[in-house]
Structure formats: C-alpha cells, structure tokens
C-alpha cells in the first residue's frame, strides 16, 4: 500500500493492473487529492479502460482547496472515458445518491456497497 503525503488517502493492493483502489481514512486534502489524482491519470495512460474502487472507511469531507484543485478536475472529467466501473464501499447517504444517478446519466457502470460488504465490492470487480 502506499499512502498520500497528508495520509488521508492510501492506495489498495489490487488484484490487476486496470483496477485502481483508494482507501479514505480521512479528510481529504489537496496534496492527498493531487496524489490520487495522479496515480489515477497514470493507470488511464496505462490502461484504454480502468475500475475504480473507493473505499470510504472514515470519510471526513475534502478541504476547500481539495474540491477546486484544477488538476484533479481535469482527470475527473477525462476520467469519463476511461473508467469503465466505479464502485464505492460505505459512501455517505448523499454521495451514494449522487453516485447512483451518475451511473444514468454518464458511460460509467456505477455500483455502491456499505462497508460491511467490502469483500462483495472486490468481488463484483474480480
């Protein structure tokens, strides 16, 4: 695992390589987000199509400078046509909402699971 400068963030050991897998623990920070940011573009240029899995094990909200980070938003846009699944594990009731009708509106396969069934989220990418 490695972990984002401000350990907010670390990345999951994944079982391949077009699957890229966050773990928060915390409030996320704009170093943490541009970390996570890049490791995401990287696996994008690596890979045509990506999965990603989040995992919110003690999501505490993102700082100010975290949400308006350009760089970050550029890959979220980009992100669009690269990732093919997006699973998130113990989102809050809002982002879970939001996470759902993304998953209508946009060529992303969107899928939510709670925390207790983190196993079921790995299992559902395998």
Known sequence: ???????????????????????IKDKITKPDIEWMSALTDQAMQQHEQID??????????????????GYANSVKVRSVAHIRKYVVVGAPAF???????????????????DLADEDAAWAYLA
């Open 1 to 23: 695992m490695k972990t984002a400068p401000d350990g907010s963030v670390v990345q999951r050991d994944a079982p391949r390589p077009d699957l890229v897998a966050f773990e």
């Open 52 to 69: 990603m899995l989040l995992i919110m094990s003690n999501y505490e909200g993102s700082d100010f400078g975290a949400k308006f980070d």
């Open 95 to 113: 982002a879970e909402a939001m996470i759902k009708l993304s998953g209508l509106v946009m060529p992303v396969e969107t899928k939510t699971f």
